[in-house]
Every structure is written in C-alpha cells, then in structure tokens.
C-alpha cells in the first residue's frame, strides 16, 4: 500500500529519490550555515571581541550537547525509515512514543546538569577571567533551549524516515527568520525592549526554538501525519526503547567523540599561536560549506537505505551505494577543486590579515584535496547506520579521531615544527576512516544487524493513522 504521508523510497527511481529527499535537507543546512554567519556579524562587529570571546568558549560544549541529541535522534530515524519501509504502522507508532520520551528526558537531564555546572566547565576549559562571567551567563541562557533544540532535531528526524524531508525546511526557514529578525531587537533593546547586548542572542534561540517546536507539532497532529508526537502510552515501550538505546547511544558517542576530537585539534593548533588559531577558524568555515553536501546526502543515504532494508529489498542497496558515491562524490570534486584552486579568495571573505591568510591557503591546499574521501565516508557510513549498525561507525570515528588525527597532528606538528603538521594529520585521518569504513560495507558484515532481528510481518496499516496529505511527494 502506497503511503499517503512522506515519500515511499522503496520503489522508483533511487537517484530521483536520492536528489528529490536531499535537496530540502541541503537547503536547510545552507540556512542554518547562513544564519551562524549572520549571528557571528552581529556579535563581533557590534557587540565587541569580549563577547565574541564568551560565545566561542562556549559553543564546544553546546556542540557537544548537540551532538548528544543528534545521535540519539539518529536511531529514531533509522527505526523510523525500516518500520516505514516495510509497512509496520503498529512499531512505528512505539518509536515515536519512545524516542519523544527519551529525546525530552535526555534535553532536560543535560540542561539540568548544563546549569549547575556552567562555571566549573567553562574554568576547566580555561576560560579568560574577564569573559567568564559573562560566558556563564550566556550559555545558561542558551541550555534553556536544550529540550526544545532536541525535540525540533526528533522531529526531523522522525520526518526524514518516512521520506519527507520538505516540511522540516519549511519550519526552520521560519525559523531562521525569525531568530535573524529578533537578535537585534533583543541585542540593542529595539521596539521599547531591554537591551540585552550578547544575552539577547541567548534568548532569540530560546524563543524561536519554542515557537518553531509548538508550530511544527501543531501543524503535523492538525494533519494526523503517523509521526505526529501524543502523549506517549508507557505500556509498551521497553523492547523498542531499549532497541532505540541500542543503536542512539553509539550514534551520540560518536557524534560527541567528534566534536571532543575537534577540540583537541583546535588545542594543539592554539599552542602555535593566534595567527595560526585564526587561520584554522578562516579554513573551518569553508570546511563547513564544503563537508555540507556529503553530510547531507549521508542522511538521505541512511534512510533511503534504512527503509529499503526494512521492505527487504537488499538488491536497491547497491543502487544507493552507487548514486551516493556519484552525487555526493560529484560535487564534493567540484567543491575541493573550487577551495585548491581560488584558497586566497576563498579566505579573505572571512579575513584579510596576509600573515593569516598563509597558513590558511597551506590547509586548504592540504584537506582540500581530500574532501572528496570525506564524502564518499558518508555514503558508506551512511548505509552502515541504515542497516542499525551504529557501533561500527562510532567505532570508525574513534579510529579517525583518536588513532589517527589527534596523536598524529600533536606528534607530527611537533615534529616539523610548524601548524602544517596537523593539516596533513585531518588529511591522513579522512584517508583512514574512509579505508575502514569502505572494507566494512564490502565485507558485507553490516547486514548481520539486519538479519538478526526477529521477522515481523507488516501490519494493516490505520486508515486514520495513514491519511495524510503529500508533503513529501515530489
């Protein structure tokens, strides 16, 4: 039966699929991209480098704590897209019960232990004394939005896996503009407002956050679309918790060994000095757009693969390997090309400094020839976490991260004396990870995880639960 809600990726054309499913998603990163630049104009050319300062110590523990919720929802789409594809509507209606339990359990635990920790965090990571207050102001303001950041990142997931990944674009495009419109207003106290200088930005996410999480669930219990959140029944969620544990708590260490691994390099290129800090964040930024595509079509490749796998249908698998290699390979080529050819112009749109803009355009020479490998992980990585099987990847990023890159990059930077050493340490950490990843999906040992799963027959599926509109059709 042909769903009436979301896009059935089982049949069809898997590159129409693969483009149609990863454009919204593309769009919403550029629009999210798009609005930290904004954000960070805001701050430091209005707010002055103090406050700058307050939300750079910060932001490594935000993202920590994002990629918590992010690799916990993870395995909400993964459960999601298998149930979907093989027209299970009964267990898909547990994992929505589960995963709102434990997605909103998880935000207000970590916001709980974010506000009474704050200060002894930011002093551990050697926060300058004159922005600490501040810093610890701001990001207790900030964790407010924990639960609701991760209940917009459940719902989007939970989209995602039954293919539609158009309605999420919509809220966070208003979103975006809603958090752009309200910064200054709360920054500089507009419209008969307090003045609330780097706090306002704080609070602009807090509220945006909430009146996009109330928007979007309204909107999707309003349509009765079959991941809309209620109030979850408890009777029946241990074995589908424990299988949304089983695959989430991987997918969130690994995301935080990432991100943890990101400030240890970051660490180690500090010790050569502001220039070369400078020149790392410049690089970073285009890293950012440039790693965009892949990452996206990683997720699109997960849950094109989560519910094939879920339908039994092994054979389509190798079609999503291939595409994924072209597409997300394609214009990653495009992209590295652009960044080895044009490094200087590329930098200057962030700074003009000549002395940082040296060892800037050495990193791009360096891991942008490489950005290719990075796209082509995501295509492996994300058939692996479509098949459920998360420890694997997480155990790829811990190779990566903590074998390779950070060792290497403190060993060999020391080595040569000079910051290039962690550049070809990020390029020699991509190359690694993608050998792994790539001998696993050739092994063929991640369809263990499917096949061990006990069969369950698909289930007549709710009309009511069923009906819909076609949001996600293309």
Same mark, same amino acid.
């Given at each position: ?90 267990? $898909?209606?547990? !994992?929505? *019960? /589960?995963? #709102?339990? %434990?997605?909103?359990?998880? +935000?207000? @635990? &970590? ?47 939970? $989209?995602?896996? !039954?293919? *539609? /990944?158009? #309605?999420? %674009?919509?809220?966070?495009? +208003?979103? @975006? &503009? ?108 285009i890293d950012q757009i440039a790693f965009l595509p892949a990452m996206t079509f990683g997720m699109s490749i997960s849950t094109l693969a989560g519910q094939n796998l879920g339908a039994g249908h092994h054979d389509r698998v190798r079609e999503i390997f291939k595409w994924g290699c072209l597409f997300s390979g394609g214009i990653t080529v495009i992209i590295s090309a652009v960044a080895v050819v044009f490094p200087e112009a590329l930098l200057r749109i962030f700074v003009s400094d000549p002395t940082v ?118």
């Amino acid at each position: 039966m042909k769903p009436t809600f979301g896009r059935d990726l089982t049949t069809g054309s898997i590159p129409k699929h693969m483009v149609a499913f990863s454009i919204p998603m593309l769009i919403g990163s550029f629009l999210q991209t798009a609005y930290s630049f904004v954000n960070a104009i805001w701050v430091g050319q209005f707010l002055g480098t103090s406050a700058l300062a307050a939300v750079t110590v910060s932001f490594p523990v935000v993202f920590v704590l994002f990629a918590i919720g992010m690799g916990l929802t993870l395995a909400t789409n993964i459960l999601v897209s298998q149930n979907f594809g093989a027209r299970r509507m009964d267990e $898909l209606r547990k !994992v929505v *019960d /589960s995963s #709102t339990v %434990l997605t909103y359990a998880l +935000g207000i @635990v &970590l916001t709980i232990l974010g506000e009474l920790f704050a200060p002894d965090i930011l002093r551990a990571m050697d926060t300058p004394p004159e922005v600490l207050a501040e810093s610890t102001s701001y990001l207790r303001i900030f964790l407010l939005s924990l639960p609701f950041s991760f209940g917009i990142f459940l719902m989007r997931s939970m $989209l995602q896996g !039954v293919g *539609d /990944s158009k #309605t999420p %674009l919509y809220f966070q495009f +208003g979103s @975006v &503009l809603f958090t752009t419109a309200l910064d200054p207003i709360l920054i500089f106290g507009w419209m008969g407002l307090p003045k609330l200088g780097l706090n306002g930005t704080a609070w602009a996410t807090l509220i945006s956050q909430i009146v996009a999480l109330v928007a979007l669930i309204s909107y999707l219990r309003m349509k009765k679309v079959p991941v809309a959140p209620s109030w979850p029944r408890f009777n029946h969620l241990g074995p589908v918790t424990w299988a949304t544990l089983r695959i989430g708590i991987p997918s969130a260490f690994q995301q935080s060994l990432v991100s943890i691994g990101m400030v240890m390099v970051t660490g180690i290129v500090n010790g050569f000095g502001e220039v070369a800090t400078a020149a790392f964040g410049a690089a970073s930024r285009i890293d950012q757009i440039a790693f965009l595509p892949a990452m996206t079509f990683g997720m699109s490749i997960s849950t094109l693969a989560g519910q094939n796998l879920g339908a039994g249908h092994h054979d389509r698998v190798r079609e999503i390997f291939k595409w994924g290699c072209l597409f997300s390979g394609g214009i990653t080529v495009i992209i590295s090309a652009v960044a080895v050819v044009f490094p200087e112009a590329l930098l200057r749109i962030f700074v003009s400094d000549p002395t940082v803009i040296a060892p800037g355009v050495s990193y791009l020479h360096i891991v942008g020839t490489c950005y290719v490998l990075f796209a082509l992980i995501f295509v492996s990585n994300g058939i692996i976490n479509g098949a459920g099987n998360t420890l694997m990847t997480t155990v790829f990023s811990l190779i990566s991260l903590w074998v390779v890159r950070v060792p290497v990059a403190y060993w060999l930077s020391k080595r040569m004396g000079s910051v290039t050493g962690v550049w070809y340490a990020i390029a020699l950490s991509f190359a690694v990870s993608l050998v792994v990843s790539m001998g696993y999906y050739f092994s063929g040992h991640w369809k263990r995880s499917i096949k061990r799963r006990p069969p369950t027959g698909p289930t007549t599926p709710n009309p009511g639960e069923m009906f819909g509109h076609e949001t996600g059709e293309a």
